[in-house]
């Protein structure tokens, strides 16, 4: 069950100037299901994105990849139940067909549109289901369906996931809203998981790639559930520039800070909503490694904690046997680091330092720690200034069950 | 429940002229188990070994390393229940202590002494239990307990580990007897295993680093369970030098390639019995990657899919999610992979090519090899002539359970 993590209110979740967003039913892997998603956006609302890093990447990020570079995006067409993704010309051309089809729909390029698909990797993208959804979904366009669209990006997902802000940003409220989904095979260089983060603010074309990274590096790329990278992870970011603020061109400006921390802060909360809803999931781990070198180091130990079956198995168990978290510690592969200086903490009992078990520790402080739903793991390395954190969930029987019985 | 694999016969443990193992009962964990480990070699042994990366490597292996620098072994000293690992520097005059009172019993020096420890992580060595135990394993000492001694090393085992082979060298007939441990938190460099392999063979001692190597790089070092990589893990190979062959000088000469080859043979027996005893292993599976630039991306790959959780559920509930393997390949980290020009095969069943799915491949083919118990995944790169294979095990629930209750 996910850990402390409701649906969000759906009026809680602002509309964004110039986004609308349409839902229908394709019945890809069941029928009656709401599958399909179309998001519009009006003219003149820049886009970027990042993606998943892995090599049989889905015919949909290859297409995205080309279509961004086109530069007037008009629509985003987000399919469930079928990834697009190990099916070689045939799905590149499948998904050309799906952008073509909402490109005649809505009256823009093919290459304005960009394509989203999650679900079952390997099997071919039932277009004829597909296509025939399009009209009912355009139909249903309006700008406050964001609730419904982020249950409609759903797969294993228990709990929609959305989030809104106001900020102020060159003395104009500007609004940021964004949904995602997410919650198995989840790792950075993405999670499997599709983001989609509007805001009515004006950004400069140029600096949209930037920020969309930065954004991504505190948020989404800080989530892990079971180390497995997708084929289709992708995170969008728009920015309608409909706000009425001078348009944002300097990535060192106070208005820059102002909405790179609005967005951050709207992507941070959809990031820990995967791991909150992480397959199986009884507990929410953050791991923050402390006083590192540089981030990778830091991101290095912090991933393989967060990772380690062994060290979510025994947080499923309530067990505080943190042996496992100095293993991990330990081959994180930072193999200039002196074990004796470093120091572990869980929540605030300090349980380790000087190699060892810390004098102060009793395993009664350690198991009242385990019994909480929202557990931090600290790690002080204490050799240098910077830190990172990720957040993960813990191991439990419900993951082997859900990813055994999922295709059933 | 192991997957078809028996422990050996006790009978089929040939003994090793110049090695002898004493067992007893210290109650480490649990009164009454065999828990002690004594090896006493014979004046002249060689002994070389191979240790965990792990950067929190256990006071054990630490001394092991130490003392392997003085040349003469004459004993090896082992407990289950408690890896003496994260305990600083009382971890490390604990086991010093323990090889002192060794070397006492058996009139050696204390660095004539190698000692091994595994079990649960960041617990002080329980040396008033382990030094009274000491005198009731060296007087059972004797030429044919390597059974007896492939059970006391065990801990989550649930089948013992054992192998010989005969080979001819330099026109004599050698012995090779090895046992070992480790069936979780298993991972190269090393798995958390304990691995002892003796020959009555004499080579010579310069030579016996790289054999050790050579020998692990083909068997210990191709065996992956859970991704974790223990405190503790250690491979020693020992040459009592009593088989009156002519002394082995030469790595590139024949006698050196045929004890290398019985050698192998033992340990690749002993590693596959580790995933095979994996916890909660219900398949065995073979990842074997061909065709590859050079070993270290075969074996990048290879790791990938062996340590996928998607990859490894999937496997137990025989299901042909076979997109997971294609996921794993994608994220191995092999940034210029063409998946294009690759092939993947479960069993002899061709799966995908040219970035997707085979045209020929149905969906029976896949599922009539995962009903199999023992299953090898290939992987053709086709861009080099070089091979790596790894074996690892499913993911079940008993792998979640045996890890959430391991200290209860």
Chains 1, 2 share one sequence.
Not at 138 to 159: F, G, K, N, R, Y
Not at 380 to 398: H, I, Q
């Amino acid at each position: 069950m996910p850990v402390k993590l409701a649906a969000p209110d759906p009026a809680s979740l602002l509309p964004i100037r110039g986004v609308r967003l349409g839902i229908a039913s394709a019945g890809i892997k069941k029928p009656g299901r709401r599958d399909i998603t179309l998001i519009e956006l009006a003219p003149g609302a820049r886009v970027a994105g990042v993606f998943t890093q892995n090599r049989f990447c889905a015919a949909p990020v290859v297409l995205c990849k080309q279509h961004l570079t086109h530069g007037n995006i008009r629509a985003l067409v987000i399919n469930t139940g079928n990834a697009n993704a190990g099916t070689g010309d045939d799905g590149l051309q499948r998904a050309r067909q799906t952008c073509a089809a909402v490109a005649q729909l809505m009256g823009c390029a093919t290459e304005a549109v960009l394509p989203f698909s999650t679900g079952v990797i390997l099997e071919p993208l039932p277009i004829d289901k597909i296509l025939p959804a399009l009209p009912a979904a355009q139909a249903d366009l309006a700008p406050d369906h964001w609730s419904e669209a982020a249950h409609a990006i759903m797969t294993t997902d228990i709990v929609a996931k959305g989030a809104s802000r106001r900020a102020q940003v060159g003395g104009k409220t500007v609004t940021v809203t964004g949904i995602a989904k997410g919650s198995g095979m989840i790792h950075p260089n993405m999670a499997t998981m599709l983001g989609y983060v509007a805001t009515d603010a004006a950004v400069a074309p140029d600096l949209m790639p930037q920020l969309v990274k930065d954004v991504a590096d505190v948020s989404f790329n800080c989530v892990t559930v079971d180390g497995d990278t997708s084929t289709n992870d992708s995170f969008i970011l728009i920015a309608t520039g409909q706000a009425a603020n001078a348009e944002i061109s300097d990535a060192t400006g106070a208005d820059y800070a102002a909405l790179k921390a609005a967005l951050s802060e709207v992507a941070i909360e959809l990031a820990q909503a995967m791991a909150r809803d992480g397959e199986g999931a009884t507990k929410f781990i953050t791991v923050a490694v402390e006083g590192g070198r540089d981030r990778a180091e830091c991101k290095q130990i912090a991933y393989a904690i967060a990772r380690s079956p062994l060290v979510k198995t025994a947080f499923f168990a309530s067990d505080p046997n943190l042996g496992r978290i100095l293993a991990a510690i330990g081959y994180a592969g930072v193999t200039d680091l002196d074990v004796n200086t470093l120091q572990v903490y869980l929540g605030d009992v300090l349980v380790a330092e000087k190699g060892g078990r810390a004098a102060s520790y009793t395993e009664a402080q350690g198991a009242a720690v385990m019994r909480e739903a929202d557990i931090t793991v600290r790690v002080a390395l204490n050799r240098g200034n910077v830190n990172a954190t990720v957040w993960t969930c813990d191991f439990s029987y419900d993951y082997v069950k859900i990813n055994a019985e999922y295709r059933t």
